[in-house]
């Protein structure tokens, strides 16, 4: 059988753009999204901060999470949108696929221990789940994500041995500014 060396040729180059689509980076990520998100968050820290009760204060911190959700996947959308990018892409759902299942299981840690004894836990873990699901995400991102998801991990475990009391402080400033540290990155360096 003789072997037609064009559709081996077509067959190559179709294994090869595959191939690199898979290996593609989300640069979607959106660096100045990632800074409002932390601007939002040092509001929410400050917003929250007249009320002693614990409860009360994460309560603010869960609208603020959907406000700085909501605010960071259309700053991802529109940069895709800008560059000429489906952000649904490969890597772009790749990335998405590692990120919500830890903020599923926020949600349902929430829900457990929000009316609890327990609620004190909260802020460590979420820390600790936002930081494990980015840190995930960022293997199909650019590498200040992966840092900022570590980063979120070594943060909630230290909050977890700190005086509840500290919890407002410790959101605001986790989700504040390493946002805005890692964020400014992504912004400076990979297209903003």
Known sequence: MPINIQEQAEDNLRFIR???ERAERVSAVSGAGAMAMGLIALLAMAVSASSADLTAQLVVWIATAFVAGGVGAIACALKARKNGMPFFADPGRRF???LIPSLLVGVVLTAALLPSDQVGLLPGLWMMLYGAG????????????????????????FAQALPESWSNVLLGLSFGL?????????????GG
């Open 18 to 20: 595959s191939a690199m």
């Open 96 to 98: 998405l696929l590692c």
């Open 134 to 157: 980015v840190l995930a995400a960022g293997t199909y991102a650019v590498p200040p994500v992966m840092h900022m998801g570590g980063s979120f991990l070594i943060v909630g475990g």
């Open 178 to 190: 390493l946002h805005l540290f890692f964020g400014y990155q992504v912004y400076k360096h990979h």
